[in-house]
């Protein structure tokens, strides 16, 4: 009983904390997002810890942390299911030249700087636990996530997503994300199976029935889900249990086959057929619990993690350094001289670059990933969790510098107004 | 055909070439040794002690073995000795590990307490560690020396904080 209302406390400190943080956020014209986390992180170690141990303690004591953990889990699993339920496979075949050359590169530029910072740092912050091999391809993904969540929503805010470069970054950004899970999933899975998972051939095959499962799936059964929404025209309690117990489901076998469950829940989000009217309303069924409530205990579960007292003296301000310039150059780099060469003008090709460098909330996902499985130290948690903070409190300003001017003299809906008529829900 | 191959020499340049260092630096990285991993618990077990009575040397391990929790980035470590009020910091290199308490230590340890250890690898393939430990600008304090074994089942990096 004492441990439920230790919770309890907990989560409301969460809760409001995190309100307070995400609208002081949009005060300075930031997407709630970056609030969230740096209430996530002041909650932790970094801040809380260091000038108030015992408070730290009393609000987060250790055996609260399990609970913590498996509310985070339940908040990230309905996340990565809205962010594959936004994912549009029409738009993949609609892309053009730009979106797939500027997506490929915004990939692949930023995984060659994250593997060749991982040549750098892997004798510094990792230990011989983890193969090179395992670490250099997880920083390669860590390099190349784009938070296409807060992406839409700010360009949504600035109104830039019916234009050419709206569309083009809104297609680069979901191809990322499709390429950067899939490609994170072959790194949990050879992590797994060097450190005694399932064996190589059992999980090959598991993932190949599961694949084929959903595939036929989408074929035969899950479009009922759809045609009896679309016939009822509401989603009625049944429909909604069916879609969770498919997701849940998902996340169940991707978790067993030793991959991730948060694979399995992004997936189902992208096998579901789907209306507009069909994506809205399992939307606002969703978005408000896990964004209110989970998310913020992700947020703080990330910063109980995040140790910034690990980066310090000069060597280790200086790999932060190393790995923000890698982080930004690459996807600045890759996104703008591929958009540039295909044809985009050099302000639309640097807007797009900026927009692709934001990492967001899919940073942090990436990276507690990685130190659950221990292919990244405490210390360089902290640092890449510092880097996404960065990039993504960095995207709304480089943006305005590009695009303000030219917002302001064709008359730019201001933010507020945007944000209660098009909600979103990704924080 | 103009089109087509400048899409494709694109392609190749922004694709392509990345791609082909990405395999390049994973080549290149198999010769690229990082530390040995120490992250976790160890009891540290001490062989002799100081010789200034009241110093914390003089009584360490009396009771028996000392749980020492390493926590390691890389290189870079901290740890904490149960009974010992702060965290030290260090590093490990060429599989020689320091670490530096503080000098405000609870009594009867005051002054900065320093370990120097050698990570050694077992038959079994065990890590163990032995070495010494001074209290800093106390040449008359004398040292204690002290072995410590690694815990199997404590893996600081992968447990829920």
């Known amino acids: 009983m004492p441990e439920l209302l230790s919770l309890l406390i907990a989560l409301v400190v969460l809760v409001v904390a995190a309100r307070l943080g995400g609208s002081a956020a949009e005060r300075i014209g930031q997407p709630p997002v970056v609030g969230e986390m740096v209430v996530g992180i002041a909650l932790g170690p970094s801040l809380l810890g260091w000038l108030w141990p015992a408070a730290a303690a009393t609000l987060f004591p250790e055996d609260l942390l399990p609970h913590l953990f498996t509310l985070s889990q339940v908040g990230l699993l309905i996340f990565m299911f809205l962010v594959g339920l936004e994912f549009d496979h029409g738009q993949l075949r609609r892309l053009g030249h730009t979106a797939v050359l500027a997506s490929h590169a915004s990939i692949t530029i930023p995984a060659l700087f994250g593997c060749l910072a991982a040549l750098y740092l892997y004798p510094r912050l990792s230990s011989d636990a983890v193969g090179f091999r395992e670490f250099a391809l997880f920083m390669a993904v860590a390099m190349s996530v784009t938070a296409f969540p807060v992406l839409a929503r700010i360009l949504r805010e600035r109104r830039l997503q019916d234009t050419p470069l709206g569309t083009v970054t809104i297609a680069c950004a979901a191809v990322d994300d499709v390429t950067a899970w899939c490609l994170l999933a072959g790194v949990v899975a050879l992590v797994r199976v060097a450190h005694g998972g399932l064996p190589v051939a059992l999980m090959v095959a598991g993932l190949a029935v599961y694949v084929g499962a959903m595939l036929v799936a989408r074929r035969t059964v899950l479009p009922a889900i759809l045609t009896t929404f679309q016939r009822r025209e509401r989603l009625t309690d049944n429909l909604f249990a069916a879609v969770i117990a498919l997701v849940l489901l998902s996340a169940w076998v991707t978790e067993w086959l030793g991959l991730h469950l948060l694979f399995g829940a992004f997936f189902a989000g992208v096998a579901l057929p789907k209306s507009d009217l069909f994506v809205r309303a399992l939307r606002e069924r969703l978005e408000m619990v896990a964004t209110v409530l989970l998310l913020p205990i992700f947020f703080a579960f990330t910063g109980l993690r995040t140790e910034i007292g690990l980066v310090q003296g000069r060597e280790m301000w200086f790999y932060f350094g190393l790995i923000l310039l890698l982080a930004v150059s690459g996807k600045l780099l890759g996104s703008t001289i591929a958009a540039r060469m295909t044809g985009l003008s050099w302000r639309d090709a640097t807007a797009l670059g900026i927009l692709m460098n934001t990492r967001g909330l899919m940073e942090l996902v990436v990276l507690n990933i990685g130190l659950e499985l221990g292919v990244i130290s405490p210390a360089l948690f902290s640092m890449m969790v510092l880097m996404a903070l960065v990039t993504t409190f960095m995207t709304t300003p480089l943006v305005e510098v590009v695009y303000g001017r030219a917002q302001r003299r064709t008359g730019v809906v201001p933010t507020k107004q945007l944000t209660a008529v098009q909600p979103d829900f990704a924080p | ?161």
């Not at chain 2, 260092?21 to 040995?36: D, E, K, M, N, Y």
């Open chain 2, 1 to 161: 055909m103009a089109a087509i191959t400048r899409v494709l020499s694109q392609y190749l340049l922004l694709v392509g070439l990345p791609a082909i260092g990405i395999a390049a630096a994973l080549q290149a990285g198999t010769t690229v040794r990082a530390p040995a991993d120490i992250s976790g618990q160890w009891h540290v077990t001490a062989i002799s002690r100081g010789t200034v009575p009241g110093s914390c040397l003089a009584s360490v391990g009396r009771d028996g073995p000392i749980p020492l929790r390493i926590t390691q980035s890389g290189r870079y470590l901290s740890a904490r000795m149960r009974g010992w009020h702060h965290r030290a910091s260090g590093s490990i290199e060429s599989g020689r590990i320091t670490l530096d308490w503080p000098g405000v230590q609870e009594p009867p340890c005051v002054r900065a307490v320093r370990i120097d250890a050698q990570v050694a690898k077992e038959t079994d393939g065990q890590l163990s560690l032995s070495g010494t430990m001074r209290i800093r600008d106390c040449s008359e304090c004398g040292v204690a020396r002290f072995v410590a074994e690694k815990q199997a089942t404590a893996v600081v990096r992968s447990e829920v904080p």
